[in-house]
């Protein structure tokens, strides 16, 4: 197998068979067999992999001597067949490598998806409502749920801040790339000149982190209760239900008040501090791992300029690999799985030709 020893793969084989053996037996504990099993997942793809590039292999050898028999018609369907095997060959061999790279341990996470408006006033808050709904639209495609957490409603419409829950399978591992300032050009309703403005929203993904992920001590918490304010009805304005969460070691505040009950919006407000923590956990660790390296799609940066949405020319040009879609219409109906798959395989050629380097 290309640039990956053999006895590498022979060692994750062994081990996936050790695994599958012991799932056999029925003798594991609940705690036990669910680490068991995890392990088995993670190693069961890189052994079909594998098997499958194996295969491929000894059929690639049984049709190259067939290239040479007497027959004028089995040599022409075995050089036809060869063709077709190596095409195979190749797209196993990558299978193969891409199930060796390591797994970032958060794609299989839920994930908080943070918008807010930058510049552009009112306009902004109107098109970072417009990402909400494309996303919302693209969660729903997905089988994803979205769980509204926090916003902050602008007058003309639109979102000035919104936070949401993004729950389901692989949420981050799909929308992890879409942390950056998303830029849009287009003639404002009130614009009488008929003149594009450039307006922008910044978009954040984080993957949300359990309880068992981030430890926080009571004593590291100052908690403020106070009256809600702004819409909501006359019941927010009449009791003392929002809450104001401070970290204080890392001086992070979270404001939660959309909900009556303030029991349910000191959850909320913890639910978004633990995930931030757990970032600036994660990108301490990135930058020991990685330096200042960033990869082909960007570094997540929420100051990096990453998407244009042009509405007179009906295009979408993602930044960090020059992918032009005139399909904005559909996009914005969260029709994203185009644009999300090219990031995706984007990151994995990087990660590919770093595994080779």
Do not use: C
Not at 147 to 158: Q, R, Y
Not at 284 to 311: C, P, Q, W
């Amino acid at each position: 197998m290309t640039s990956i020893p053999a006895d590498r793969i022979a060692a994750i084989e062994a081990r996936r068979d050790e695994l599958q053996a012991l799932m056999a037996t029925g003798d594991l504990s609940g705690d036990r067999f669910v680490q068991v099993s995890k392990e088995y997942a993670e190693l069961e793809p890189v052994a079909q992999a594998a098997s499958e590039v194996r295969r491929l292999r000894a059929e690639a050898q049984s049709l190259q001597h067939m290239t040479h028999d007497a027959d004028d018609e089995i040599r022409q369907m075995a050089s036809e067949e060869l063709h077709a095997n190596g095409e195979a060959l190749a797209a196993a061999d990558r299978k193969l490598a891409l199930a060796l790279l390591p797994r970032d341990a958060a794609d299989e996470r839920a994930a908080m998806l943070e918008i807010r408006a930058g510049t552009g006033g009112d306009e902004a808050a109107l098109f970072g409502g417009d990402l909400f709904r494309m996303y919302q639209k693209y969660a729903e495609k997905q089988g994803w749920r979205v769980e509204l957490i926090s916003s902050s409603a602008s007058d003309a419409g639109g979102f000035k801040e919104a936070i949401a829950s993004v729950e389901g399978k692989g949420v981050f591992a799909k929308l992890k790339f879409e942390s950056g300032v998303h830029r849009v050009q287009r003639v404002p309703a009130t614009e009488t000149q008929g003149r594009i403005h450039t307006s922008a929203a910044t978009v954040a993904v984080l993957p949300e982190a359990e309880e068992v992920d981030i430890k926080i001590d009571d004593k590291d918490l100052r908690i403020d209760i106070y009256r809600s304010s702004g819409p909501g009805g006359q019941s927010v304005n009449t009791t003392d239900s929002a809450v104001r969460i401070v970290h204080i070691p890392t001086g992070l505040v979270v404001i939660q008040q959309d909900e009556k009950s303030q029991h349910k919006n000191k959850a909320k407000a913890m639910k978004v501090l633990r995930t931030r923590l757990y970032e600036q956990e994660r990108e301490r660790l990135h930058a020991e791992r990685a330096g200042a390296r960033k990869s082909m799609v960007g570094s997540g940066d929420r100051s990096e300029r990453i998407r244009t949405y042009n509405f007179p020319q009906g295009r979408v040009t993602d930044h960090r690999i020059n992918l032009t879609l005139h399909r904005l219409p559909e996009i914005l109906e969260g029709e994203m799985d185009e644009l999300i798959g090219a990031l995706i395989a984007q990151d994995e050629a990087d990660r590919l030709a770093q595994l080779d380097g």
